[in-house]
């Protein structure tokens, strides 16, 4: 069953984050067999309080445990070290069955 992460970061210092934290995930993602469906700075919050004017990105997953593979690898453990101090992050990960319109 597919998984999906959710991402939303407010980004303090863009370049710095994009040239140090997203030039060494994007490689990781695709190693273990995810691929990013969304990406954009902009969002608008419409509840709750996180995340105004934040980035989102989502990344799809053959299935959680192939997302719980990359997040808990070592190669991320040290990419990750790359966004301490650039920006404030909420990460969410979930399963997501296939539904057809009878499901809904």
Do not use: C, H
Not at 62 to 87: H, I, T
Not at 90 to 99: D, G, N, R, T, W
């Amino acid at each position: 069953m597919a998984a999906y992460m959710f991402i939303s970061a407010i980004i303090k210092d863009r370049d710095a984050f994009i040239q140090g934290y997203s030039k060494a995930t994007e490689p990781l993602v695709e190693k273990f067999g995810g691929r990013y469906v969304m990406r954009g700075p902009g969002a608008s919050l419409l509840e709750g309080d996180f995340g105004d004017g934040g980035s989102v990105a989502v990344s799809e997953w053959p299935d959680k445990q192939s997302a719980l593979n990359f997040w808990n690898s070592s190669e991320y453990q040290d990419a990750k070290k790359l966004r301490e101090g650039l920006a404030d992050v909420q990460v969410l990960l979930i399963e997501a069955p296939k539904f057809t319109k009878d499901d809904l």
